[in-house]
């Protein structure tokens, strides 16, 4: 399956600022993007960054580019193919080919993996009819939206797909469950797990430049 | 299958304090409770609640008092069996009957459902020799303790196990994807979806109450 995966090249996940300085979100979500794109590629489907910027990536993936807000992009995406098309997001630094493999062999005329904070993190799209809005709480909009065009709608129920990374505490969840690039990086930007409290913390020594 | 449901009965839910009142805690607690329990028996296993004190539920259920610290009163109950033995966390009000039958099929001496912030949310022990230890990154130390007695681990992959509901901020998570007695309390109490940003936030009109 063609499986897109939006990329926002130039200013990648501004709410780590208070964790990562400008050239380390840079690396991380490059990182994640990289995982992201080897994860769907050893489940078997076709990856294709579309990025708001051309871009040099680690690894072997089309690049669409497309400077459009997400939805937009995205929908072009859709209106262009009239095959099956997975969306999804760069972010997901869990993400392994056995959660590609759940999410694109779940039946559905449009399969939805919700994020935390009812967003939408992965999309598989049947339906001609379906577009996306990615604007507030996407899962709810998103259901609505295939209700209203009699598309049956799927869940995944998963961790992995459930965890973006878009803030400080999300760190946590790339080092204790990461396995590719993204926990690597983190590690070089010199984070460890803070075990010593009740809960566990992502912590590094020095300070953050900015 | 027998599943442990460990409460804290007196003092619930203390991290939720900014957005709810005392009162308020403690009823949003028995009621994510009695979806759990529900939860568990719809599909076709026996709870039983292990409280920090006597209870009166709402549903019918087996209440075990022990007044001791988590890991020490879980870990009774496991060296007082020896059939295989579920521990699934009181404030998991996404848990569905398919949620814990996924748990409770899932093959392995020791099955993690891992929370967010690298805890575990649910466990199923079938190997004699394992003991809990909630404290701290407890996902890690789980596997490492299973490990060391020789006992495979499997791990559940679910957004709806990994989601305790501790802070305000979860409070998100029970009023898109709950379905129970927990987001029907939250809807009393005045709590309403945010829906007019671009993330979606628990949102009621009046002050909290302590």
């Given at each position: 399956?063609?499986?897109?995966?939006?990329?926002?090249?130039?200013?990648?996940?501004?709410?780590?600022?208070?964790?990562?300085?400008?050239?380390?979100?840079?690396?991380?979500?490059?990182?994640?993007?990289?995982?992201v794109?080897?994860?769907?590629?050893?489940?078997?489907?076709?990856?294709?960054?579309?990025?708001?910027?051309?871009?040099?990536?680690?690894?072997?993936?089309?690049?669409?580019?497309?400077?459009r807000?997400?939805?937009?992009?995205?929908?072009?995406?859709?209106?262009?193919?009239?095959?099956?098309?997975?969306?999804?997001?760069?972010?997901?630094?869990?993400?392994?080919?056995?959660?590609?493999?759940?999410?694109?062999?779940?039946?559905?005329?449009?399969?939805?993996?919700?994020?935390?904070?009812?967003?939408?993190?992965?999309?598989?799209?049947?339906?001609?009819?379906?577009?996306?809005?990615y604007?507030?709480?996407?899962?709810?909009?998103?259901?609505?939206?295939?209700d209203?065009?009699?598309?049956?709608?799927?869940?995944?129920?998963?961790?992995?797909?459930?965890?973006?990374?878009?803030?400080?505490?999300?760190?946590?969840?790339?080092?204790?469950?990461?396995?590719?690039?993204?926990?690597?990086?983190?590690?070089?930007?010199?984070?460890?797990?803070?075990?010593?409290?009740?809960?566990?913390?992502?912590?590094?020594?020095?300070?953050?430049?900015?």
């Open positions: 399956m063609q499986v897109v995966v939006p990329f926002a090249a130039e200013t990648p996940k501004t709410r780590l600022q208070p964790a990562l300085g400008a050239d380390e979100r840079s690396a991380f979500a490059r990182a994640m993007l990289a995982d794109i080897e994860a769907i590629e050893a489940a078997g489907h076709r990856p294709t960054v579309l990025s708001t910027s051309p871009l040099d990536l680690a690894v072997d993936a089309a690049v669409t580019v497309d400077d807000p997400l939805s937009a992009a995205v929908n072009a995406q859709l209106e262009a193919t009239d095959t099956p098309l997975a969306v999804v997001m760069a972010d997901l630094a869990l993400v392994t080919p056995a959660t590609v493999d759940r999410l694109c062999s779940r039946q559905g005329d449009v399969v939805i993996a919700p994020g935390r904070g009812g967003g939408t993190n992965a999309l598989v799209v049947r339906h001609p009819e379906f577009r996306v809005d604007h507030g709480a996407s899962y709810l909009d998103h259901c609505a939206i295939a209203k065009i009699g598309a049956d709608v799927g869940t995944i129920d998963s961790f992995r797909l459930a965890s973006d990374v878009d803030e400080p505490s999300d760190l946590v969840e790339v080092l204790v469950h990461g396995t590719g690039r993204a926990p690597a990086r983190l590690r070089e930007f010199g984070f460890e797990l803070d075990r010593g409290g009740g809960r566990v913390a992502p912590l590094r020594g020095e300070s953050v430049r900015e």
